[in-house]
């Protein structure tokens, strides 16, 4: 029930996500104040999967741990051992202290989220393997399929209304995805939602019914 889009530029990473909560087992629909797109120290985050991991993650690392010391590095060839020997283990432990790691097969098992700093963008999959993505832009949740065709197909544009832009094409096809998009940019700017709704009204698809931003 998600929709998160991150985008790459010369110097930062610009992420947006959507803003539905619900339960799949009634299929009812809550729409959340909390974002699923924050700030963790110098890395910004965008969750898929549960409320409850994202919470985890936003205030467990600064409580559990001292995020003070997860300083992602500067060095673009770095990003990937320190997404793997820092930045899981870590989120691995806040996981497991608060009782949100489950077990499958055997294998621990955790949740889905897109983490940026500077120009560096990653992504960690519910088994913890993370992604060095090749391409300059990436989604999570299951709006990703219309996200990425939305994303490739609009290189042209400027990052705020290609984002914006993917999560309508998501809002569309997508009964888990909706309106409002909220969204910041890894230099610490947070999106103004006006400008973010500015930003994608004429060139993406109109979303129909309930999924109406």
């Known amino acids: 029930m998600t929709c998160i889009v991150a985008i790459k530029t010369k110097n930062r990473v610009l992420m947006m996500g959507d803003s539905l909560g619900g339960c799949l087992a009634d299929y009812s629909v809550t729409m959340r104040r909390d974002p699923k797109v924050f700030r963790c120290g110098d890395l910004v985050i965008g969750h898929t999967t549960s409320f409850r991991m994202a919470q985890l993650v936003r205030f467990g690392l600064h409580s559990a741990l001292d995020v003070s010391e997860l300083k992602p590095p500067a060095d673009p060839g770095d990003g990937l051992r320190f997404m793997v020997r820092d930045f899981v283990p870590r989120v691995r432990h806040v996981f497991d202290e608060g009782g949100f790691t489950q ?111």
Request: aromatic share 8%; charged share 15%; with cysteine.
């Open 103 to 213: 077990e499958h097969r055997g294998q621990e098992r955790g949740g889905e989220m897109l983490v940026a700093w500077g120009a560096q963008l990653f992504g960690v999959q519910s088994d913890f393997n993370v992604q060095d993505f090749a391409e300059d832009f990436a989604a999570a949740g299951c709006g990703t399929p219309y996200a990425l065709g939305a994303l490739s197909a609009t290189a042209s544009e400027e990052p705020a209304r290609r984002a914006v832009i993917a999560l309508r094409a998501a809002a569309h096809f997508s009964a888990f995805v909706r309106a409002p998009f909220i969204g910041m940019e890894t230099t610490g700017s947070e999106l103004d939602p006006v400008a973010i709704g500015a930003a994608g009204s004429t060139a993406a698809p109109e979303p129909v019914g309930s999924n109406t931003p």
